[in-house]
T-cell receptor, first 118, second 113 residues
């Protein structure tokens, strides 16, 4: 079974600065997808960024980028120019790419609570 | 919030009572998921529908839990004889493999007294 580990329960960053959230995962599969989801307080979870394992290029979405190290099974999220609205729980998630895997359910880490200091 | 809706947003019940939650997806995405999120944890997969067929259930889904998705549109999750350990946020998500993304609802927070 796949597991996702987020070793930083809480992180803080000064507004306008850069912060990196860590995520490692364990899998025996070669085809899979990795995601970072953001869950603001009392609001629904939204997708921040997605990485396909077969792509060597790291995904970027505006101020958000990832450092995907497939051999090390590491998938960190970098938030540049942090804004107050970035304060939230961030979850790293894994999804099998096996078309026979069935549900394509997401396996989540425990999350990292990010605080942004004005 | 826009998108997937869930009702109710909060539910307080006494141990032993039955509760039912509803999820309304925003589109015709054929896949619908239920997850459970307890305090300090990430969401955990409960069950999945493709259209109206329930194709997979987690071992977390005990016999007291039942889910339906009639006509492949909205879905309901029922918990019978609730226990204090059922207290959690229940999240619904819809997804389409072509988008490789799941869209989450705001969740239903259940408190069992």
């Amino acid at each position: 079974a796949q597991t996702v580990t987020q070793s930083q329960p809480e992180m803080s960053v000064q507004e306008a600065e850069t912060v990196t959230l860590s995520c490692t995962y364990d899998t025996s599969e070669s085809d899979y997808y990795l995601f970072w989801y953001k869950q603001p307080p009392s609001r629904q979870m939204i997708l921040v960024i997605r990485q396909e394992a077969y792509k060597q290029q790291n995904a970027t979405e505006n101020r958000f980028s990832v450092n995907f190290q497939k051999a090390a099974k590491s998938f960190s999220l970098k938030i540049s120019d942090s804004q107050l609205g970035d304060a939230a729980m961030y979850f790293c998630a894994y999804r099998s790419g096996d078309t026979l895997a069935g549900s394509y359910q997401l396996t989540f880490g425990k999350g990292t609570k990010l605080s942004v200091i004005p | 919030d826009t998108g997937v809706s869930q009702d109710p947003r909060h539910k307080i019940t006494k141990r032993g009572q039955n509760v039912t939650f509803r999820c309304d997806p925003i589109s015709e995405h054929n896949r619908l998921y239920w997850y459970r999120q307890t305090l300090g944890q990430g969401p955990e997969f409960l069950t999945y529908f493709q259209n109206e067929a329930q194709l997979e259930k987690s071992r977390l889904l005990s016999d007291r839990f039942s889910a339906e998705r009639p006509k492949g549109s909205f879905s309901t999750l029922e918990i019978q004889r609730t226990e204090q350990g059922d207290s959690a946020m229940y999240l619904c998500a819809e997804g389409d493999t072509s988008y490789n993304e799941q869209f989450f609802g705001p969740g239903t927070r259940l408190t069992v007294l």
